[in-house]
T-cell receptor
């Protein structure tokens, strides 16, 4: 059974710092990996999707990398801002839908101090 | 955001009553999911659907049933609500393309069973 772990569970940093969130998964036979952001009381917003054949994806100040063979992904946030405060979740998919549609980590709760 | 909406957004119900949550999509995607999110447990899959009248159980399906009579609607029913079913419920769909799969979530339904 696929297990996804996110470290750290919580992180508090001053504004302006660059930071890295980690995601690891036990079964490397994934189809893709997706990073989400969740604000308090809200749904999940997709940030980045990395296909298994890709090494990284970038969107603005966010960069996600994937090392499938080692079962790891990182989300890099450059020049953090208070508006980046949220919970960040990663999820892996074995592809094709079904019960393997998505397996989630428990998230990293990020606080950016002004 | 794949046009996915959940209703109601908030509900308080009494123990023992049946409750139905609705998930509606506008883009005709095949795969739809119901998750619950609880502190310390993260997101857990309740049921999923891979087409009209095609559904299957997830890891926490006891006490829940689902129906999908139309592509656009996926209903989750708590047959006899219990306090342990107090949670935030999320509906998701999977957009499947030749490039991979990407998940999109509704805004959630906060259910309180008293």
């Amino acid at each position: 059974k696929q297990e996804v772990t996110q470290i750290p569970a919580a992180l508090s940093v001053p504004e302006g710092e660059n930071l890295v969130l980690n995601c690891s998964f036990t079964d490397s036979a994934i189809y893709n990996l997706q990073w989400f952001r969740q604000d308090p009381g809200k749904g999940l917003t997709s940030l980045l999707l990395i296909q298994s054949s890709q090494r990284e994806q970038t969107s603005g100040r966010l960069n996600a990398s994937l090392d499938k063979s080692s079962g790891r992904s990182t989300l890099y946030i450059a020049a953090s801002q208070p508006g980046d405060s949220a919970t960040y979740l990663c999820a892996v998919s074995k592809g094709g839908g079904g019960a393997d549609g998505l397996t989630f980590g428990k998230g990293t709760h990020l606080i950016i101090q002004p | 955001d794949a046009g996915i909406t959940q209703s109601p957004r908030h509900k308080v119900t009494e123990t023992g009553t049946p409750v139905t949550l609705r998930c509606h999509q506008t883009e005709n995607h095949r795969y739809m999911y119901w998750y619950r999110q609880d502190p310390g447990h993260g997101l857990r899959l309740i049921h999923y659907s891979y087409g009209v009248k095609d559904t299957d159980k997830g890891e926490v399906s006891d006490g829940y049933s689902v129906s999908r009579s139309k592509t656009e609607d996926f209903l989750l029913t708590l047959e006899s609500a219990t306090s342990s079913q107090t949670s935030v419920y999320f509906c998701a769909l999977l957009r499947v393309t030749i490039f991979g799969t990407e998940a999109f979530f509704g805004q959630g339904t906060r259910l309180t069973v008293v």
